[in-house]
Nanobody
């Protein structure tokens, strides 16, 4: 069983930066992909970024490429989402999610493919 707890959400001005953290209990290294999704009211969760914990491969949504970086710390069993040059459109509740995977599997961006979820953390970007 994997339990995920997000932290780091806050209110910032456009152009600012935040670092979200997702602390995992239970074994996730090296067998899982960890991903970040985000959700705004009335919309479905959308994929933001993912990392394969076995090799460190990463994958990003086009909307955040070049601004966000996902990383993982195997010692602390924590995954981070570093968000730079934030824009108001980044405002959302951010969730981390995990799924068991193989070394050669493609990254999945559909929420239903992920088995474990955190409770979410709010990010608000003001103009």
């Amino acid at each position: 069983q994997v339990r995920l707890v997000e932290s780091g959400g806050a209110s910032v001005q456009a152009g600012g930066s935040l670092r979200l953290a997702c602390a995992a209990s239970g074994r996730t290294f090296p067998t899982h992909d960890l991903a970040w999704f985000r959700q705004t009211p009335g919309n479905e969760r959308s994929f933001v970024a993912a990392i394969r914990l076995s090799r460190g491969n990463t994958y990003y949504a086009d909307s955040v490429k070049g601004r966000f970086t996902i990383s993982a710390d195997s010692v602390n069993n924590t995954t981070y989402l570093h968000m730079n040059n934030l824009i108001p459109e980044d405002t959302a509740v951010y969730y981390c999610a995990a799924r068991y995977t193989s070394l050669t599997a493609v990254f999945l961006t559909t929420p239903i493919r992920y088995n474990y979820w955190g409770q979410g953390t709010q990010v608000t970007v003001s103009s």
